[in-house]
C-alpha cells in the first residue's frame, strides 16, 4: 500500500531563517518522490523530483530534498525563506509500475514566512 | 503558450444542475487527469484517460462523466451537482515517454454549488 504523510499541516518561520517540511512516505515499489507547492488560488507547480538517481536533489527557489531509504523520508528545505516561499506544499509519492502515472498526495503543509 | 489550461476559472452554480469543466493541454502529453481538491486542501485523483482511452477510474459518483475527444483534450461533466460536489478541480498532463514521472497541473477550476 502506498500512503504520503507530511508531519506538520502548519509550519510558520521568519524570513531569513531555515525551512524544514517534513514528508515520510510507504510504499511498496521503489518510488519517485516530488514536491509540488501551491500558491493561494494558484495551480501546482513542480519544486523538484527524486527518481532514484542522486538522492540530495535541488528544486527551483533554493528548495531541495534528501531521500532517505532507511527512514523512509523525503524531507524538504531551505536555508533562508523568503515571505514568497509562503504557500501550501505537498509531498508525493509515485511508486514504481504503478498504474501510468498515479500519484499519491501527502494532506499538505501550510507554510507562514513572517517579516 | 499556456501548458495546461482550463476553463472556466470559476464555476457557481445551483444544485441539481449539470456543468462541464474543460481542459486542454498543449504539450503534446499522452496522459490527462483530473484531481479533485477538497476544503482541506486534500488532492485525490478521479480519473485518468491515456491517449483518449480511459486507464484509471476511482470510486466517483457516476454523476462525474469525463470525455476526452482527442489526447490534448480531457473534459469533465457533472450531472445533477450536490453541494458536496463544491471543490476546486485540477486537470494535468503527463508523457508516457521520456519525463513521465512529471506532472503538468492546470490552474484550477473552482466549483462552487448552492
Known amino acids: 500500500a502506498q500512503s504520503v504523510t507530511q508531519l506538520d499541516s502548519h509550519v510558520s518561520v521568519s524570513e531569513g531563517t531555515p525551512v524544514l517540511l517534513r514528508c515520510n512516505y510507504s510504499s511498496s515499489y521503489s518510488p519517485s518522490l516530488f514536491w509540488y507547492v501551491q500558491h493561494p488560488n494558484k495551480g501546482l507547480q513542480l519544486l523538484l523530483k527524486y527518481t532514484s538517481a542522486a538522492t540530495l536533489v535541488k528544486g527551483i527557489n533554493g528548495f531541495e530534498a534528501e531521500f532517505k531509504k532507511s527512514e523512509t523520508s523525503f524531507h524538504l528545505t531551505k536555508p533562508s525563506a523568503h515571505m514568497s516561499d509562503a504557500a501550501e506544499y505537498f509531498c508525493?509519492?509515485?511508486?514504481?509500475?504503478?498504474?501510468?502515472?498515479?500519484?499519491?498526495f501527502g494532506r499538505g503543509t501550510q507554510l507562514t514566512v513572517w517579516p | 503558450d499556456t501548458a495546461v489550461s482550463q476553463t472556466p476559472k470559476y464555476l457557481v452554480t445551483q444544485m441539481g444542475n449539470d456543468k462541464s469543466i474543460k481542459c486542454e493541454q498543449n504539450l503534446g502529453h499522452d496522459t490527462m487527469y483530473w484531481y479533485k481538491q477538497d476544503s482541506k486542501k486534500f488532492l485525490k485523483i478521479m480519473f485518468s484517460y491515456n491517449n483518449k482511452e480511459l486507464i484509471i477510474n476511482e470510486t466517483v459518483p457516476n454523476r462525474f462523466s469525463p470525455k476526452s475527444p482527442d489526447k490534448a483534450h480531457l473534459n469533465l461533466h457533472i450531472n445533477s451537482l450536490e453541494l458536496g460536489d463544491s471543490a476546486v478541480y485540477f486537470c494535468a498532463s503527463t508523457p508516457t515517454s521520456g519525463n513521465a514521472d512529471t506532472q503538468y497541473f492546470g490552474p484550477g477550476t473552482r466549483l462552487t454549488v448552492l
Open positions: 508525493v509519492v509515485r511508486p514504481r509500475g504503478s498504474t501510468l502515472g498515479r500519484l499519491y
